[in-house]
């Protein structure tokens, strides 16, 4: 308990403004545009060489800061320096340059942190006012409802849901990062933030969109109209090999993401994909469509065709990567695919610590599976999981792996924990609570391990 509290703490301190905090107003201002690539690149350059005195990053050394005030702002990828803080105006979005494409058969990312040479270090990409301030809330950048791109279930799009979803979510103090490949013009392969290498890098207050379109029969994608990748991405540079020393090895780490808001996703997809991450933090965050906390280290290539020659410490596999120390609270889906899953194929991860789930229209709201029958290795080394929430519904994500796509289905089940021979190494405590059939939003409880703490509760209503 003393550890929660004080994680929540450390993040209130991180993200609330004392209205006594002397406030400078010292540095670069970028000015919207339909291609500021050389602009902004050139103003994280100048802030990263020039620190704010006082302004001090989440390493704890000193920070540059950029502003980007209310407009539309396009840009092509960008490696981002070292020590700068963004403050982005809530009025802001932020878009590819049309028609821009780097990679049409694998992810690129607007923001890209750390490359396969240099890491990037100290950063801050946070809604602000450009003086330390939080920025002015606005309105006038967001949707209303998630139907403002045509979104049409009818005719093979996904259930819709206003913005924000609920009082649970203060859209309008967010800036807003614009994904859509049918709208901007950006190739389909768009990742907005590319996370490779990197340490001490936080992100927050921010709104997202996708375009999870498929034709009718829910084979898709389809070229430049369907966003095939995630808002956010944790992935290693490849070919990243393994060193015994924490620190030095290539990929991210202690990277923080608070309220981020994800709407329009993909079912495979959603607001995150974590393939590697040490001692990385994601709290409230949601996700429209999807999968709002996406562990699923697929993406970590063995050398041979199956999972047979893998193991530990970058064994058999084409870079090193690990998922450890994960930290998660407050994070709710709905009309998507799961809210938190975890998926090691063949890869050997660490820890887990998950708080608060909440699902609506959800096929589950918790996967934890087994990994691969071809590999001796893979899985965690431990998944705790507290208090999860949810409803069904019949307009939850059935995914097709082979076509990258979905159809419209009812839930499936609350939890699924796979049954494995010795049991996963899976704890769940706290509350787990959502109807039963045949009661409206009912839920299977699903594949619960067995000894498991957690008190299970079934209203008569949706909570």
């Known amino acids: 308990?003393?550890?929660?509290?004080?994680?929540?703490?450390?993040?209130?301190?991180?993200?609330?403004?004392?209205?006594?905090?002397?406030?400078?107003?010292?540095?670069?201002?970028?000015?919207?545009?339909?291609?500021?690539?050389?602009?902004?690149?050139?103003?994280?350059?100048?802030?990263?060489?020039?620190?704010?005195?006082?302004?001090?990053?989440?390493?704890?050394?000193?920070?540059?800061?950029v502003y980007l005030g209310p407009g539309e702002y396009r840009f092509r990828s960008?490696?981002?320096?070292?020590?700068?803080?963004?403050?982005?105006?809530?009025?802001?979005?932020?878009?590819?340059?049309?028609?821009?494409?780097?990679?049409?058969?694998?992810?690129?990312?607007?923001?890209?942190?750390?490359?396969?040479?240099?890491?990037?270090?100290?950063?801050?990409?946070?809604?602000?006012?450009?003086?330390?301030?939080?920025?002015?809330?606005t309105k006038s950048n967001k949707p209303a409802s998630t139907s403002f791109r045509g979104n049409d279930p009818a005719?093979?799009?996904?259930?819709?849901?206003?913005?924000?979803?609920?009082?649970?979510?203060?859209?309008?103090?967010?800036?807003?990062m614009d994904?859509?490949?049918?709208?901007?013009?950006?190739?389909?392969?768009?990742?907005?933030?590319?996370?490779?290498?990197?340490?001490?890098?936080?992100v927050a207050n921010v709104l997202t969109i996708q375009n999870a379109a498929r034709t009718s029969t829910g084979i898709g994608p389809i070229a430049n109209v369907?966003?095939?990748?995630?808002?956010?991405?944790?992935?290693?540079?490849?070919?990243?090999?393994?060193?015994p020393v924490v620190e030095d090895q290539k990929l991210p780490h202690r990277v923080t993401v608070v309220n981020h808001y994800n709407i329009l996703s993909?079912?495979?997809?959603?607001?995150?994909?974590?393939?590697?991450?040490?001692?990385?933090?994601?709290?409230?965050?949601?996700?429209?469509?999807?999968?709002?906390?996406?562990?699923?280290?697929?993406?970590?290539?063995?050398?041979?065709?199956?999972?047979?020659?893998?193991g530990t410490d970058g064994t058999g596999f084409r870079e090193y990567a690990i998922v450890d120390g994960l930290r998660a609270q407050r994070i709710e889906g709905a009309y998507g695919n799961r809210v938190a899953m975890f998926t090691p194929h063949c890869l050997p991860n660490g820890t887990a610590d998950i708080s608060d789930l909440r699902g609506t229209s959800m096929g589950e709201l918790l996967v934890i599976a087994d990994h691969q029958g071809d590999g001796p290795n893979g899985g965690f080394e431990s998944i705790t999981v507290r208090n999860v929430v949810g409803?069904?519904?019949?307009?939850?994500?059935?995914p097709h792996p082979d076509q990258d796509s979905y159809l419209l289905a009812p839930s499936r089940a609350a939890v699924l924990v796979a049954p494995a021979t010795p049991a996963l190494p899976v704890t769940l405590t706290g509350t787990l609570a959502w109807p039963s059939p045949p009661v409206a939003g009912g839920l299977i409880d699903g594949l619960l391990p067995a000894g498991h703490t957690t008190t299970i509760t079934h209203p008569a209503t949706c909570p």
């Open 266 to 310: 993909p079912s495979g997809q959603g607001a995150n994909q974590i393939r590697a991450c040490r001692d990385c933090t994601f709290a409230r965050i949601y996700s429209h469509g999807g999968v709002p906390l996406r562990v699923e280290t697929d993406g970590i290539r063995p050398v041979e065709a199956d999972c047979r020659a893998t």
């Open 155 to 176: 005719n093979g799009g996904m259930a819709n849901a206003p913005v924000p979803s609920s009082s649970r979510w203060n859209t309008d103090a967010m800036w807003v």
């Open 391 to 398: 409803c069904g519904g019949n307009a939850a994500q059935d």
């Open 78 to 137: 960008i490696v981002v320096p070292d020590d700068v803080r963004v403050e982005i105006a809530p009025g802001a979005t932020l878009r590819s340059v049309a028609g821009y494409e780097p990679n049409a058969r694998t992810d690129w990312g607007l923001l890209v942190f750390g490359t396969a040479t240099d890491p990037t270090r100290n950063v801050t990409f946070t809604s602000g006012d450009g003086c330390g301030g939080v920025g002015a809330a």
């Open 179 to 202: 994904l859509d490949p049918k709208a901007t013009g950006a190739g389909e392969q768009v990742t907005g933030f590319y996370f490779r290498w990197s340490y001490d890098v936080t």
């Open 226 to 243: 369907t966003s095939r990748t995630v808002a956010m991405m944790f992935d290693p540079p490849d070919g990243a090999a393994y060193t």
């Open 1 to 65: 308990m003393r550890r929660l509290l004080s994680f929540t703490l450390v993040l209130v301190a991180l993200f609330v403004v004392p209205a006594c905090e002397p406030r400078t107003c010292d540095g670069t201002t970028v000015a919207p545009g339909t291609d500021v690539t050389s602009a902004f690149s050139a103003a994280l350059a100048t802030a990263s060489a020039n620190p704010v005195d006082g302004l001090v990053g989440p390493s704890g050394q000193p920070q540059g800061r």
